[in-house]
């Protein structure tokens, strides 16, 4: 993952660029793990 | 309870009083050879290595596993989840003393304790950040003294005192919130100063981020924890409100952690992407991350939301144990383990057997204290004399 890294521009572009790929996974994450977490109440919401 | 009788009815000889005492004494010599020899005499601080097991575990430990005083209180007071009031007075004392054994711990670590206060009254070095961290040390412990203060007016009586304390509640609670904020980040930005001794895996810009966020998950944690020690031992001093709380407690708590956890994991896993540290992960120091972030976050977060899901006390009171060791694991990992990571292992520091000595004896302290305010005040159950009126 480093070898290709020369510059500061190629280091933000990387970085950043990974960071947004984790922010995407994150939201998906946590949206999936409210659910897991609160299934049982939302089971009872629906009931 | 048993109709608020705070006549002490346990054995003098039990084998608590016994070990403890043991113990008490035995730091009392620690003690005495800390303040007649100096700090070369118990520990194995130097110049190169100025903090040790002191800073690493009766401080930053000491701070972390106290925050459950302010994150009870800002549940409770300001978010108006009513329903845990019965968890605000063991919060707040448990917060009280953790904070109170930290000052107590620096006395043994400052070379000259009473220079303490000198920041404050002599040379004030208001551009550092040890500064702001004592600052509003110092500020938050007088801050839990006045929220704990009802508990002992109650205790002997004084109503007009506590009235007027007890108008003062939403005040202190808002300024507690505050000073711990900024303190608790505060101590994870001390090691912003040190970027080339500790280790890439464990330093960030974002430490006073990830300090700031896992003390909550460390305060929730160490509610639950200290709930169910309290249940095994002090069962007896419980009246019924607090008895039925304990569970609510446990299962609202746990929720609180477990999703606290999920975002510390991530942004932990942020702080590797922003430093490009990913290959740090190959190598020993990457497994004992590994071990850290899988072991003592990731799997207490999804123990806290099985035992939610599932209704289950037994497995969130696990996922809080495994959180506060992970909480300690973090914090002696910042402060001793990946700290001078890349000196050889001769030059670096290992604690005496005396400085662990005296950090037993410190919380030896903190847990006699607790014992024996909550057998004698109204922590675990409302004042006949003053129901609902707080």
């Known amino acids: ?47 | 309870m048993s109709e608020h009788s705070t006549a002490v009815e346990r054995p003098l000889f039990s084998p608590f009083n016994v070990i403890a005492s043991l113990i008490i004494l035995f730091g009392l010599w620690l003690t005495y050879l800390r303040f007649t020899g100096g700090l070369a005499a118990v520990s194995n601080l130097d110049h190169n290595n100025p903090w040790g097991i002191w800073i690493g575990f009766d401080l930053l430990c000491g701070v972390a596993l106290a925050a459950g005083g302010y994150t009870t209180a800002a549940a409770v007071e300001i978010f108006g989840m009513k329903k845990y009031h019965a968890a605000v007075r063991p919060a707040i004392l448990t917060g009280f003393l953790g904070y109170s054994m930290v000052a107590f711990a620096l006395l043994y670590d400052v070379g000259q304790p009473w220079r303490l206060p000198y920041p404050f009254i002599i040379s004030p070095g208001v551009t550092s950040v040890m500064f702001e961290v004592g600052a509003c040390v110092m500020l938050y412990l007088t801050v839990l003294f006045l929220e704990f203060s009802p508990v002992a007016l109650e205790w002997i009586g004084a109503r007009k005192l506590r009235r007027v304390i007890v108008r003062l509640t939403i005040l202190l609670t808002i300024f507690g919130v505050l000073l711990s904020t900024l303190h608790q980040s505060s101590l994870g930005a001390m090691f912003l100063l040190v970027p080339s001794k500790l280790h890439p895996l464990w330093y960030s810009p974002y430490l006073p981020v990830f300090f700031f966020v896992s003390s909550i998950a460390a305060g929730l944690s160490m509610v639950i924890f200290e709930g169910t020690l309290a249940h095994r031992n002090f069962h007896d001093k419980m009246d019924k409100e607090h008895l039925e709380a304990s569970r609510r407690v446990v299962l609202g708590f746990g929720r609180g952690a477990s999703l606290v956890l999920a975002g510390y994991f991530a942004i932990k896993v942020f702080g590797i992407a922003i430093g490009n540290n990913w290959h740090y992960l190959a190598t020993n120091y990457g497994l004992w991350f590994m071990v850290e972030m899988l072991g003592f976050v990731a799997l207490p977060c999804f123990l806290f939301a099985i035992g939610v899901r599932e209704r289950n006390a037994t497995v969130i009171k696990w996922a809080a144990f495994g959180t506060i060791l992970g909480i300690i694991l973090n914090r002696l990992n910042v402060v001793l383990i990946c700290f001078n990571w890349q000196l050889p292992a001769e030059a670096r520091y290992f604690p005496n057997w005396k400085e662990i000595g005296i950090s037993v004896f410190v919380v030896t302290v903190g847990i006699v204290l607790y014992r024996f305010i909550v057998t004698r005040m109204p922590v675990f159950y409302e004042h006949p004399d003053f129901k609902e009126k707080h």
């Open chain 1, 1 to 47: 993952m480093t070898e290709s890294i020369h510059t500061l521009q190629e280091f933000m572009f990387q970085t950043k660029g990974m960071c947004y790929l984790l922010a995407l996974c994150f939201f998906v994450g946590i949206i999936t793990f409210w659910r897991f977490l609160n299934r049982n109440d939302l089971d009872q919401d629906m009931d």
